[in-house]
């Protein structure tokens, strides 16, 4: 599993990027990502592209 840093702020792009902490936050509410700590996540190697998709829609 790689080790992703989600970044401070949202930048607003639709869709949302893969280091918003919005998707990141999303992912693991879903069960393809382990929150270590307020900005850490534990990301599975492969994410579904449905379950992608759904996490960075605005």
Known sequence: MPSMTAKKKCCK?????????????RLSKAGCAERLDRVR?????????KVLK????R
């Open 13 to 25: 792009d639709k869709p949302r990027c893969k280091k918003c902490p919005v998707v990141l936050l």
């Open 54 to 57: 759904q996490a960075r829609k």
């Open 41 to 49: 996540y534990e990301v599975d190697k492969k994410v579904p592209k």
